[in-house]
């Protein structure tokens, strides 16, 4: 079984990674963290760099879960990199990170998180920056 | 396979060079044409310059194909957002060739609106982008702001096509 | 008058609003292109000309101007920022700048590069104005033969020094030329690489080339090479210096300068040169030489200060001589052109509103680049999270509308077309894209002045060589074309100095290597200054200067190489 976890180098992302860690452990679960960009810009500041990504790992292992760690550049959504990931893993739970929005800003921006909520076969658990 | 790669890349640069070659010696057989009426305050005539310079791009053409067969390889240029570890991508440059020319084609009937409209739309699209509503968006927004831009603007009136009378 | 009285007419026109406001324009864009990967200002001049015709000449070269300047210093943002550094001009910059920024000092080193770029820009300009009379008073007195022989040593600098290959530069020269003979014959009047073809008769419109070669080739060329994987900038206040820092940089600014000016006259001297070797002085002269390598202060502000001291450089050949020495100025002088004006030593006696409101406008853009780019670091550091898609449509829809725009004619864009595979081409087989401008926008020029040569010694060849500027020049151009020979015997004695640079290991043995270049290097660069400013450089002076010269093409990558062993072994 496994959890995977969206995870953008933001607070939201850190507190999804967190409580994905936890919930692994918890089931001892494989956890799979996905970090995905669409690669269509020069710079994408949700896109974790070397060193994150050493950073991260070094938390992973600390906590001693079976993890992979994935960052495909294949042009798509991070939501769909995430479903897709879910999909391929035959994920129990995907974990993901929320941001505070008014409805007005909502309605704008669109959202990777309700893409998830609304088309992921498995339980999402939605998580808030502290 | 590296070899049929290379072998590849070299070929395409001797084609190069028969493109220099050929506009070298398009310069020397235009040149020969001219008539060189003699005249005592343009003893140099216009003939001169041009065999220089199509002299210098059928030697240059020679050089090459010799510098390409002994191996020579031009540097492909470098850049910010250049790539060089993966091949040229026709998959790109292809349609958005195909979006230039179609460009070219129908500008003068369509009118900028719809072919600049349908030029920006095809690039993006060629360059990978998949927001397409998004995209047409952008696209149409772009080519009316120009349109209107240039005439009120800078008083230039670019082509209404289709749509001569609406805007 | 004297100039100090022109040049405060040239205040006058320059400081009116709307002057100020295309100052203005010009600076922002200027810096946004310079920040955007993959448009640079040649690219971007090239682009807004056709947008300018509705605009007084005067305007109009007051926005390149700030273009000019602006693009300058958004390449020193993304390579502090980032570490891709856009030109090879800001290669230097990205060494420690870029150390800087992931220290968390990327305020200080942005800031550093801003002022820095001030300073140099500002004296820089005053340079101009120093020399620029001089030289055209002296310009002036020369004959038809003494101009080509400069305009052949343009050629030639720009075609041997530049790029790898030097036949792949006579090539794409070759072909500048060639562009610039189609279209009628101004002395016989007959047609020329015509081939029946009534719209090709007036000839290739300069602009419709350029945005081929520098827009339409560039960006198809991007697109076959689209990089996939994004990068991440260094967050960033407003920038801003601590007393050390103030401290620390302004001697640097000063000797970047110092190198800057006189590299940016030469033909073909650029931008490389000087900033390395801004770099490796203050390397040298440092008293905390234990910082280079980490993000030491000096070696932001030296090079970016010779940065925009050779860009100020570049100007003085281009206003007083007609001579461009880099893409941007070949297109601004294309732009002269375009409004119907001759550019050469009669320009500031024909134009001397023009060309003194465009000097002084320099000084203002300057100082707006300095306060817009304080206060927006931030915001430029944003431009780059525009998706690549976007950007490259719409260069390529830009360079259309500007190309139709012109004549109104569908042929404009097939030649646009065909000049932009061209481009395309030259970038995938490795022609340099200078040759190719400077022969277009020279070459006609180049053939009057052989012609008028001729007529004046009534056909006799030695008239070419009548003139005693003509023969030193033609001396200095034997001595650029005889460098590679020189250059091959020089490497050939100092094989031991290039094993131990392979051989060398981890920064420290790198970094020093580095500096045991710079007293030769420096003394070259004087006589090499000195050499151009009499605009006919003696070959003994030239050869040694040329032998130090690609130093730094040789040594970067080892000095790189040993900074991601470092950051392997971190």
Same mark, same amino acid.
């Given at each position: 079984?496994?959890?995977?976890?969206?995870?953008?180098?933001?607070?939201?992302?850190?507190?999804?990674f967190?409580?994905?860690?936890?919930?692994?452990?918890?089931?001892?679960?494989?956890?799979v963290?996905v970090?995905?960009?669409?690669?269509?810009?020069?710079?994408?500041?949700?896109?974790?760099?070397?060193?994150?990504?050493?950073?991260?790992?070094?938390?992973?292992?600390?906590?001693?879960?079976?993890?992979?760690?994935?960052?495909?550049?294949?042009?798509?959504?991070?939501?769909?990199?995430?479903?897709?990931?879910?999909?391929?893993?035959?994920a129990?739970?995907i974990?993901?990170?929320?941001?505070?929005?008014?409805p007005?800003?909502?309605?704008?921006?669109g959202?990777?998180?309700?893409?998830i909520?609304?088309?992921?076969?498995?339980?999402?658990?939605?998580?808030?920056?502290? | 396979?590296?070899?049929?790669?290379? =072998?590849?890349?070299?070929?395409?640069?001797?084609?190069?060079? !028969?493109?220099l070659?050929?506009?070298?010696?398009?310069?020397?057989?235009?040149?020969?044409?001219?008539?060189?009426?003699?005249?005592?305050?343009?003893?140099?005539?216009?003939?001169?310059?041009?065999?220089?310079?199509?002299?210098?791009?059928?030697?240059? !053409?020679v050089?090459?194909?010799?510098?390409?067969?002994?191996?020579?390889?031009?540097?492909?240029?470098?850049?910010?957002?250049?790539?060089?570890?993966?091949?040229?991508?026709? =998959?790109?440059?292809?349609?958005?060739?195909?979006?230039?020319?179609?460009?070219?084609?129908?500008?003068?009937?369509?009118?900028w609106?719809?072919?600049?409209?349908?030029?920006?739309?095809?690039?993006?699209? !060629?360059?990978?982008? =998949?927001?397409?509503?998004?995209?047409?968006?952008?696209?149409?927004?772009?080519?009316?702001?120009?349109?209107?831009?240039?005439?009120?603007?800078?008083?230039? =009136?670019?082509?209404?096509?289709?749509?001569?009378?609406?805007? | 008058?004297?100039?100090?009285?022109?040049?405060?007419?040239?205040?006058?026109?320059?400081?009116?609003?709307?002057?100020?406001?295309y100052?203005?324009?010009?600076?922002?864009?200027?810096?946004a292109?310079?920040? +955007?990967?993959?448009?640079?200002?040649?690219?971007?001049?090239?682009?807004?000309?056709?947008?300018?015709?509705?605009?007084?000449?005067?305007?109009?070269?007051?926005?390149?101007?700030?273009?000019?300047y602006?693009?300058?210093?958004?390449?020193?943002?993304?390579?502090?920022?980032?570490?891709?550094?856009?030109?090879?001009?800001?290669?230097?910059?990205a060494?420690?700048?870029?150390?800087m920024?992931?220290?968390?000092?990327?305020?200080?080193?942005?800031?550093?590069?801003?002022?820095?770029?001030?300073?140099?820009?500002?004296?820089?300009?005053?340079?101009?104005?120093?020399?620029?009379?001089?030289?055209?008073?002296?310009?002036?007195?020369?004959?038809?033969?003494?101009?080509?022989? $400069?305009?052949? +040593?343009?050629?030639?600098?720009?075609?041997?020094?530049?790029?790898?290959?030097?036949?792949?530069?006579?090539?794409?020269?070759?072909?500048?030329?060639? $562009?610039?003979?189609?279209?009628?014959?101004?002395?016989?009047?007959?047609?020329?690489?015509?081939?029946?073809?009534?719209?090709?008769?007036?000839?290739l419109?300069?602009?419709?080339?350029?945005?081929?070669i520098?827009?339409?080739?560039?960006?198809?060329? $991007?697109?076959?090479?689209?990089?996939?994987?994004?990068?991440?900038?260094?967050?960033?206040?407003?920038?801003?210096?601590?007393?050390?820092?103030?401290?620390?940089?302004?001697?640097?600014?000063?000797?970047?300068?110092?190198?800057?000016?006189?590299?940016?006259?030469?033909?073909?001297?650029?931008?490389?040169?000087?900033?390395?070797?801004?770099?490796?002085?203050?390397?040298?002269?440092?008293?905390?030489?234990?910082?280079?390598?980490?993000?030491?202060?000096?070696?932001?502000?030296?090079?970016?200060?010779?940065?925009?001291?050779?860009?100020?450089?570049?100007?003085?050949?281009?206003?007083?001589?007609?001579?461009?020495?880099?893409?941007?100025?070949?297109?601004?002088?294309?732009?002269?052109?375009?409004?119907?004006?001759?550019?050469g030593?009669?320009?500031f006696?024909?134009?001397?509103?023009?060309?003194?409101?465009?000097?002084?406008?320099?000084?203002?853009?300057?100082?707006?680049? #300095?306060? $817009?780019? #304080?206060?927006?670091?931030?915001?430029?550091?944003? #431009?780059?999270?525009?998706?690549?898609?976007?950007?490259?449509?719409?260069?390529?829809?830009?360079?259309? #509308?500007?190309?139709?725009?012109v004549?109104?004619?569908?042929?404009?864009?097939?030649?646009?077309?065909?000049?932009?595979?061209?481009?395309?081409?030259?970038?995938r087989?490795?022609?340099?894209?200078?040759?190719?401008?400077?022969?277009?926008?020279?070459?006609?020029?180049?053939e009057?002045?052989?012609?008028?040569?001729?007529?004046?010694s009534?056909?006799?060849?030695?008239?070419?060589?009548?003139?005693?500027?003509?023969?030193?020049?033609?001396?200095?151009?034997?001595?650029?074309?005889?460098?590679?020979?020189?250059?091959?015997?020089?490497?050939?004695?100092?094989?031991?100095?290039?094993?131990?640079?392979?051989?060398?290991?981890?920064?420290?043995?790198?970094?020093?290597?580095?500096?045991?270049?710079?007293?030769?290097?420096?003394?070259?660069?004087?006589?090499?200054?000195?050499?151009?400013?009499?605009?006919?450089?003696?070959?003994?002076?030239?050869?040694?200067?040329?032998?130090?010269?690609?130093?730094?093409?040789?040594?970067?990558?080892?000095?790189?190489?040993?900074?991601?062993?470092?950051?392997?072994?971190?």
């Amino acid at each position: 079984m496994s959890i995977v976890v969206g995870y953008i180098p933001t607070p939201e992302g850190e507190a999804a990674f967190e409580r994905a860690i936890a919930e692994a452990s918890k089931a001892a679960a494989k956890l799979v963290v996905v970090n995905s960009s669409r690669g269509d810009a020069v710079v994408d500041q949700r896109f974790a760099q070397e060193e994150q990504i050493a950073a991260l790992q070094s938390r992973l292992d600390a906590a001693e879960v079976e993890h992979v760690l994935l960052q495909p550049l294949r042009g798509h959504d991070a939501a769909e990199e995430v479903l897709d990931a879910a999909e391929s893993h035959g994920a129990e739970l995907i974990v993901i990170g929320l941001r505070k929005r008014s409805p007005v800003g909502k309605l704008i921006m669109g959202s990777t998180a309700q893409r998830i909520l609304l088309e992921a076969r498995c339980p999402v658990l939605a998580v808030k920056a502290g | 396979m590296t070899t049929i790669a290379s =072998r590849l890349k070299g070929r395409a640069e001797l084609g190069f060079a !028969a493109l220099l070659g050929a506009v070298g010696a398009a310069v020397l057989i235009d040149a020969s044409r001219l008539a060189v009426p003699y005249s005592q305050s343009d003893p140099v005539g216009p003939k001169t310059v041009p065999f220089i310079v199509g002299g210098l791009l059928v030697v240059c !053409a020679v050089l090459l194909v010799v510098d390409v067969l002994r191996g020579g390889r031009g540097e492909a240029e470098g850049g910010e957002d250049v790539d060089l570890t993966h091949p040229t991508d026709w =998959r790109t440059v292809l349609p958005l060739l195909a979006a230039f020319v179609l460009n070219i084609l129908i500008i003068d009937i369509a009118g900028w609106v719809i072919s600049g409209a349908l030029l920006f739309y095809g690039s993006v699209w !060629a360059l990978g982008s =998949r927001r397409y509503v998004r995209d047409v968006i952008i696209s149409v927004a772009l080519s009316l702001a120009t349109f209107y831009g240039f005439y009120l603007g800078l008083g230039i =009136r670019l082509p209404a096509g289709f749509l001569t009378g609406v805007l | 008058m004297d100039t100090l009285n022109l040049l405060m007419q040239g205040f006058a026109t320059a400081a009116t609003p709307m002057n100020l406001l295309y100052a203005f324009l010009g600076v922002l864009l200027g810096t946004a292109v310079g920040v +955007l990967p993959g448009i640079g200002p040649a690219m971007a001049v090239a682009l807004l000309l056709p947008l300018t015709y509705g605009l007084e000449p005067t305007s109009a070269f007051i926005m390149f101007a700030g273009i000019y300047y602006g693009g300058m210093y958004g390449g020193s943002t993304t390579s502090i920022l980032l570490n891709t550094p856009g030109e090879s001009a800001t290669v230097i910059t990205a060494i420690e700048g870029h150390r800087m920024a992931k220290a968390g000092r990327a305020a200080q080193a942005l800031a550093t590069a801003a002022i820095g770029s001030f300073v140099a820009g500002t004296i820089g300009t005053a340079l101009l104005v120093a020399f620029a009379p001089p030289v055209v008073d002296f310009a002036v007195s020369l004959g038809p033969s003494s101009y080509l022989a $400069i305009m052949v +040593l343009a050629f030639i600098a720009v075609t041997a020094i530049l790029g790898s290959s030097k036949l792949r530069g006579f090539a794409s020269l070759g072909l500048g030329l060639a $562009i610039g003979l189609v279209g009628i014959d101004p002395v016989t009047g007959q047609q020329r690489l015509v081939f029946g073809q009534p719209l090709l008769a007036d000839g290739l419109d300069v602009i419709v080339v350029a945005v081929a070669i520098f827009a339409v080739g560039e960006a198809l060329w $991007i697109a076959a090479h689209l990089r996939r994987n994004p990068l991440s900038t260094i967050p960033v206040g407003r920038p801003w210096m601590g007393k050390q820092d103030w401290k620390r940089s302004w001697k640097p600014w000063l000797r970047g300068t110092a190198y800057g000016f006189p590299f940016g006259a030469l033909p073909a001297g650029g931008a490389e040169v000087p900033t390395f070797l801004s770099y490796v002085t203050e390397k040298r002269l440092s008293k905390h030489k234990e910082e280079f390598g980490h993000g030491a202060i000096e070696g932001v502000a030296g090079p970016e200060a010779a940065n925009n001291a050779s860009a100020a450089g570049t100007l003085t050949p281009m206003l007083a001589l007609g001579l461009p020495t880099n893409a941007t100025a070949a297109v601004m002088l294309a732009a002269f052109t375009q409004y119907g004006i001759q550019p050469g030593p009669l320009l500031f006696d024909n134009e001397p509103d023009l060309v003194w409101a465009l000097i002084a406008s320099l000084f203002i853009g300057n100082t707006l680049l #300095l306060l $817009i780019n #304080l206060p927006l670091a931030p915001l430029w550091a944003k #431009l780059l999270q525009i998706p690549r898609p976007y950007l490259y449509a719409g260069i390529l829809f830009f360079a259309t #509308l500007g190309a139709y725009a012109v004549n109104l004619q569908a042929f404009d864009l097939a030649i646009l077309l065909v000049l932009g595979l061209l481009g395309f081409a030259m970038r995938r087989f490795g022609l340099p894209i200078l040759p190719l401008v400077i022969g277009l926008i020279l070459g006609p020029r180049a053939e009057g002045q052989l012609r008028k040569a001729l007529q004046l010694s009534g056909g006799d060849v030695a008239g070419l060589w009548s003139e005693p500027i003509a023969i030193g020049v033609y001396i200095a151009v034997a001595a650029l074309l005889a460098l590679p020979l020189v250059l091959a015997l020089v490497r050939r004695r100092r094989p031991q100095a290039a094993a131990a640079l392979a051989a060398a290991e981890g920064p420290t043995a790198a970094a020093a290597a580095v500096a045991e270049e710079p007293a030769t290097d420096r003394a070259a660069a004087r006589d090499r200054a000195a050499a151009t400013d009499q605009a006919a450089a003696p070959d003994q002076a030239a050869a040694p200067d040329r032998a130090a010269a690609p130093a730094p093409e040789e040594r970067q990558p080892h000095h790189k190489d040993s900074h991601s062993h470092e950051k392997e072994s971190l």
